[in-house]
């Protein structure tokens, strides 16, 4: 997954720096339970993360998308839809209800896939990031979920 983030990190549609190649995915607080992985011909082709946003019991019903990635030579078939799908499901079955995330405004292609997968901005937070000397805003989305993962 760490090589997954390494090819897909973009500027314009991050505002983490670019992982370094000694830096490994699986790093203290990040559960491999809540990782989602879609494998095409025996190669690891993206993956979603998930992570509840807190500790409180009366957050639980909260999951948050905190990563989505597809390998530059794996999109356009629908990979990104799959794990999206796969996590709504996961999220269904540990009976959460909202599942948010947050992304870059900057980031179109993104924004338009979690809409159309039902996801609603909730809120913007404006120029919440400076990158490359311009302030970028952070697009903060949900969907509700049903006990059946049906948004």
Do not use: C
């Amino acid at each position: 997954m760490a090589e997954i983030d390494r090819a897909t990190w973009w500027g314009t549609i991050t505002p983490a720096a670019r992982w370094s190649t000694d830096r490994g995915f699986f790093t203290p607080g990040v559960d491999p339970r809540n990782v989602l992985v879609a494998e095409v011909d025996r190669v690891t082709a993206g993956y979603a993360q998930l992570e509840a946003p807190t500790p409180l019991a009366s957050n639980r019903h909260v999951l948050e998308l905190r990563g989505l990635a597809v390998l530059p030579a794996y999109r356009r078939r629908g990979i990104g839809r799959q794990l999206i799908a796969a996590a709504i499901n996961a999220a269904a079955g540990r009976d959460v209800r909202r599942l948010r995330l947050r992304v870059l405004a900057t980031n179109h292609i993104a924004r338009g896939l979690y809409a159309s997968m039902g996801f609603a901005i909730e809120g913007i937070l404006r120029k919440e990031f400076l990158i490359d000397g311009r302030y970028v805003d952070d697009v903060l989305m949900a969907i509700w979920i049903d006990a059946r993962g049906a948004a």
